[in-house]
T-cell receptor, first 116, second 114 residues
Framework: EAGVAQSPRYKIIEKRQSVAFWCNPI?????LYWYQQILGQGPKLLIQ????????DSQLPKDRFSAERLKGVDSTLKIQPAKLEDSAVYLC??????????????FGSGTQLSVL | GENVEQHPSTLSVQEGDSAVIKCTYS??????FPWYKQELGKGPQLIID?????GEKKDQRIAVTLNKTAKHFSLHITETQPEDSAVYFC?????????????FGSGTRLSIRP
């Protein structure tokens, strides 16, 4: 079974530039998550999709971050414009279903973003 | 707000000894408590989980305990081996209006001394 695919693996940009990350979840997984992991901290949920609808984006800085999941499969996360404090690993995860059933999350390897 | 606190932040044990990591949570409605292991350059991977209707669960050298009254849960690793060296995260489910979400503790860096 193929895992969660993310690209790029690394990205270095200057502040105020834009950047986009891509995620392909495990086939058949209805729920997709984007987490931000700052060095030395635990993953922080940015946005959670159920199929192609958003079920939680309470921690997403909507003035600069946006995400979409077209057709309920792949997803992209965009930052525009980037700030120094956005330097982190951006992890994508998927689960078969979520709702209130609480299922196992499968994580990709992440995209490491450095903002200079 | 909802949070999960994890201790210690770093832990060093002799190979063969046991390691214990402890977490507390704030939302009394939380009913699912997974533990993840993260190796360098990789995403977190689930190693064990426990639901609120169970007090303890064991899988080979790994065990988790849950005290719902005190809102505490712990990870126990026995007979530690070099490959257990990694960062471990506890997590808890938080119930939202349309779905539950998983929030993570701050992590414990476990080092196994040969």
């Amino acid at each position: 079974e193929a895992g969660v695919a993310q690209s790029p693996r690394y990205k270095i940009i200057e502040k105020r530039q834009s950047v986009a990350f891509w995620c392909n979840p495990i086939s058949g997984h209805a729920t997709l998550y984007w987490y931000q992991q700052i060095l030395g901290q635990g993953p922080k949920l940015l946005i959670q999709f159920q199929n192609n609808g958003v079920v939680d984006d309470s921690q997403l800085p909507k003035d600069r971050f946006s995400a979409e999941r077209l057709k309920g499969v792949d997803s992209t996360l965009k930052i525009q414009p980037a700030k120094l404090e956005d330097s982190a690993v951006y992890l994508c995860a998927s689960s078969l279903n979520a709702g209130h059933n609480n299922e196992k999350l499968f994580f990709g390897s992440g995209t490491q973003l450095s903002v200079l | 707000g909802e949070n999960v606190e994890q201790h210690p932040s770093t832990l060093s044990v002799q190979e063969g000894d046991s390691a214990v990591i402890k977490c507390t949570y704030s939302d009394s409605a939380s009913n699912y408590f997974p533990w993840y292991k993260q190796e360098l350059g990789k995403g977190p991977q689930l190693i064990i989980d426990i639901r609120s209707n169970v007090g303890e669960k064991k899988d080979q050298r790994i065990a988790v305990t849950l005290n719902k009254t005190a809102k505490h849960f712990s990870l126990h690793i026995t007979e530690t081996q070099p490959e257990d060296s990694a960062v471990y995260f506890c997590a808890a489910s938080i119930r939202g209006s349309s779905a539950s979400k998983i929030i993570f503790g701050s992590g414990t860096r476990l080092s196994i001394r040969p």
